[in-house]
Nanobody, 119 residues
Framework: QVQLVESGGGLVQPGGSLRLSCAYS????????MGWYRQAPGQQRELVAV???????HYAESVKGRFTISRDSDKNTVYLRMNSLKPEDTAVYYC?????????????WGQGTQVTVSS
């Protein structure tokens, strides 16, 4: 059983900040990576940031220098700190877990949390 629960979305003015959280729970799986994706209305879901099991990170060009992904293994939580938010960051943000079990890799998604950047 895999559970990913996002929180922290909301309405923020341009230039503001938000921190998204993804509380995860699962057993028997090992983590390949965990990440954040987003989907704006009428657009495809896109990668925002990913963190590997070893702690290396990768960001979309559009968020580099503004967003930071981190993971607290003790709290089983992945965070996305978003600074200097822009209206084009408005989207539903989804937590993703890329997990391995018995040699197989599976992808899991949270339910999403809305982020709206508007004045």
């Amino acid at each position: 059983q895999v559970q990913l629960v996002e929180s922290g979305g909301g309405l923020v003015q341009p230039g503001g900040s938000l921190r998204l959280s993804c509380a995860y729970s699962f057993s028997l799986f090992s983590i390949n990576s965990m990440g954040w994706y987003r989907q704006a209305p009428g657009q495809q879901r896109e990668l925002v940031a990913v963190i590997s099991s070893g702690g290396s990170t990768h960001y979309a060009e559009s968020v580099k220098g503004r967003f930071t992904i981190s993971r607290d293994s003790d709290k089983n939580t992945v965070y996305l700190r978003m600074n200097s938010l822009k209206p084009e960051d408005t989207a539903v943000y989804y937590c993703n877990a890329d997990l391995a079990f018995q040699g197989r890799t599976n992808n899991y998604w949270g339910q999403g949390t809305q982020v709206t950047v508007s004045s």
